[in-house]
C-alpha cells in the first residue's frame, strides 16, 4: 500500500508502489490518486511515474500549490534521484548519457532513440554497487522524458532487472518487478519556500 512520506497544508508526499498507476486508467482500476483523495479530497496531480516505477510522488492540496509545483517541474526546479538494478557490470563508476527520445508509435507506449526528431534527454549515473552480475546505481533525469531512464541503461548494454519493454539476455525475467525506485526528491516549497529534502530507499 502507498505510504505518506511528507505532508502539510498545500502538499503531500506519497511512496507509490511498483505494479499501481499513478492516476487513473484502462489497464487496472487501482491507482494512486483515487487513493490519496480518500485521505486528502483536493489533491491534484503535478507529476507521475511509470506504472512499474516504484518512489515518491508529489500530490498538491490546492490551487496555489499546484500552479507553483507545475512551474517548479517545468523549469526543472525540482531535483529527483532513482536507484535502480542494473544488468551485468558497467565498466565506469559514473557517467552521462545523452540521446534525443521520441514515441515509437508502432509500438506504443515504447519509446526509441531518434537522433534527428528526438527530444534532447540527457541522464547521469552513478554506481553504488557491483555484484557479480548485477549493478546497483543511482540514476539522476536531467531531463525528465517518458521511459527516459530505463531506454538509456538498454542503450548501453544494461537494462534494468525487470523490465519487459526494454530487456537483454533474460533481463527482464531476472526480477518479478522493474527495479527502479524514486528515491529522492530536492525542491523549495511551493508556497513557503523552505528547502525540502526527501529520501525514500527502494525494497528490492
Known amino acids: 500500500m502507498p505510504k505518506i512520506i511528507?505532508?502539510?497544508?498545500?502538499?503531500?508526499?506519497?511512496?507509490?508502489?511498483?505494479?499501481?498507476?499513478?492516476?487513473?486508467?484502462l489497464s487496472d482500476p487501482r491507482?494512486?490518486?483515487?487513493?490519496?483523495?480518500?485521505?486528502?479530497?483536493?489533491?491534484?496531480v503535478v507529476h507521475r511515474l511509470d506504472m512499474s516505477t516504484s518512489g515518491m510522488v508529489i500530490f498538491a492540496l490546492n490551487y496555489p500549490s499546484q500552479k507553483q509545483l507545475g512551474a517548479?517541474?517545468?523549469?526543472?526546479?525540482?531535483?529527483?534521484?532513482?536507484?535502480?538494478?542494473?544488468f551485468g557490470k558497467l565498466n565506469?563508476?559514473?557517467?552521462?548519457?545523452?540521446?534525443?527520445?521520441?514515441?515509437d508509435w508502432e509500438k506504443r507506449p515504447k519509446q526509441k532513440i531518434d537522433w534527428?526528431?528526438?527530444?534532447?534527454?540527457?541522464t547521469q549515473y552513478n554506481v553504488m554497487q557491483s555484484?557479480?552480475?548485477?549493478?546497483?546505481?543511482?540514476?539522476?533525469?536531467?531531463?525528465?522524458?517518458?521511459?527516459?531512464?530505463?531506454?538509456?541503461?538498454?542503450?548501453?548494454?544494461?537494462?534494468?532487472?525487470?523490465?519487459?519493454?526494454?530487456?537483454?539476455?533474460?533481463?527482464?525475467?531476472?526480477?518479478?518487478r522493474l527495479l527502479l525506485h524514486a528515491c529522492e526528491l530536492n525542491f523549495l516549497h511551493p508556497i513557503r519556500g523552505k528547502p525540502i529534502s526527501l529520501r525514500c530507499e527502494p525494497e528490492f
Not at 494512486?32 to 489533491?43: E, F, I, M
Not at 565506469?92 to 514515441?103: A, D, K, V
Open 31 to 44: 491507482n494512486l490518486y483515487d487513493t490519496v483523495r480518500k485521505s486528502y479530497p483536493n489533491a491534484r
Open 131 to 176: 555484484k557479480s552480475d548485477s549493478t546497483r546505481i543511482e540514476l539522476v533525469p536531467i531531463t525528465g522524458r517518458t521511459h527516459q531512464l530505463r531506454l538509456h541503461m538498454w542503450q548501453i548494454g544494461h537494462p534494468i532487472l525487470g523490465d519487459a519493454l526494454y530487456n537483454l539476455n533474460g533481463s527482464e525475467l531476472r526480477a518479478e
Open 72 to 86: 517548479m517541474f517545468e523549469k526543472k526546479q525540482i531535483a529527483k534521484r532513482y536507484i535502480a538494478e542494473i
Open 6 to 25: 511528507y505532508a502539510d497544508e498545500d502538499l503531500v508526499v506519497y511512496n507509490k508502489p511498483s505494479g499501481m498507476l499513478c492516476v487513473p486508467g
Open 116 to 122: 534527428i526528431n528526438g527530444k534532447r534527454s540527457i
Open 92 to 103: 565506469n563508476h559514473c557517467g552521462e548519457i545523452e540521446s534525443p527520445l521520441i514515441c
